[in-house]
């Protein structure tokens, strides 16, 4: 099987690097960059390509990489101090009160 061969993946996984590489190239990345882009996640998500080998169901692909944006939030967050977040908090819970 010759490198960058696409036969051992399952339909789904297709359609999943097609979507992919269509949301690359909306935010502007080169079509051969957004392929590879598209592949690279298809693969960290679902491990490679999944032809099943038998009968019965596959197994089910997850979508980790779609679930990176909370990460975001969070990081941000603990760059504060507590002394930080607690002065946010205690604003927030003012502003409630005021409009309540």
Sequence with gaps: MPRGDKSKYTDKQVRKAEHIEGSYEQRGVP???AERRAWATVNKDDKGGKKPGG????KSTGHPASHRG???????SASRTPAERSASARKAAATRRKKA
């Excluded at 909370?70 to 941000?76: H, K, P, S, T, V």
């Design 70 to 76: 909370g990460e975001i939030g969070g990081r941000a």
């Design 55 to 58: 009968s019965g169901r596959g």
């Design 31 to 33: 079509e051969k960059e």
